[in-house]
């Protein structure tokens, strides 16, 4: 039994919503021959994109406090993922950097990644895919844009009410299910 086989959409918004957490519990979770949690894919995805970057600015980017962002990165540090060097604009400062292993296996779990979607999506014709990746696409850049337009802490989406609908509607899907 899947953790949410009580939970029943009753709008497509709600069955968006529902696909979106379907997949992002899978591919948060470690696949076979995965060293590193998603957190650490993540933190090495954004270095992989940006290059080094001053803890403050990998934290803004990850969405993550500093605090946070400083565990990850002494975890990914010890494992031989990242290193710290000197900020060559500011001497008492440091950037994070991807190790060559860290690259490594960057792109590896990147790979394992990709190749899931592309079995999910075995059977969809080129047109399906293109379809699927732009209008993904679209939608992301218009959760990006929402978000960062009420500025402050982007990780509070949670608290403009979509917790609430969520909570209210898995309630009361789980009651219609009794």
């Known amino acids: 039994m899947q953790a949410n086989d009580a939970y029943v959409p009753q709008t497509p918004i709600e069955g968006v919503l529902h696909a979106f957490t379907r997949i992002g519990r899978r591919l948060k979770s470690k696949a076979p021959g995965d060293t590193i949690d998603h957190s650490a ?11 080094a970057l001053r803890l403050s600015d990998l934290a803004a980017k990850m969405e993550l406090d500093a605090s946070t962002t400083s565990r990850h990165v002494r975890a990914m540090e010890q494992a031989g993922l990242v290193r710290r060097s000197a900020d060559p ?21 990147a790979k394992r990644r990709t190749a899931l979607l592309a079995q999910a999506m075995e059977g969809w ?3 399906d895919i293109v379809t699927f990746e732009r209008l993904m696409t679209r939608f992301a850049e218009g959760v990006t844009t929402i978000v960062d337009a009420r500025g402050g802490d982007p990780r509070a989406w949670a608290d403009k009410g979509w917790a609430i609908a969520a909570r209210q509607n898995t309630e009361e899907n789980v009651e219609s299910t009794r």
Do not use: P
Request: proline share 0%.
């Open 41 to 51: 894919h993540v933190l090495l995805f954004v270095l992989r994109c940006n290059g």
């Open 89 to 109: 604009d500011d001497g008492r400062a440091f950037r994070v950097e991807l190790t060559e292993r860290g690259i490594e296996e960057w792109e590896a779990a």
């Open 125 to 127: 014709t080129d047109e």
